[in-house]
């Protein structure tokens, strides 16, 4: 976000909370249905594995990117 200028983040962001907002409906549905048909234990295990794959893409993102000149 420090190499971007204003213009530019606003897009970021507005395309940003464009897919939270279309995708909390998905997972809540995924959530609220599987639990009677799979259980609170499967259910809480896949969205806790999703939670982590999430937070491990995240922390690959803000990995430093080497110089190459």
Do not use: H, R, W
């Not at 549905?29 to 999430?54: D, E, H, Q, R, T």
């Amino acid at each position: 976000m420090k190499n971007a200028d204003s213009s530019s983040l606003s897009i970021i962001l507005g395309i940003l909370s464009s897919i939270l907002t279309i995708a909390t409906p998905f997972g809540t549905i995924i959530l609220v249905g599987g639990y009677p048909i799979f259980g609170k234990n499967i259910i809480l295990c896949i969205f806790s594995v999703m939670a982590i794959i999430a937070a491990i893409i995240i922390q690959v993102g803000k990995a430093p990117k080497e110089n190459t000149k």
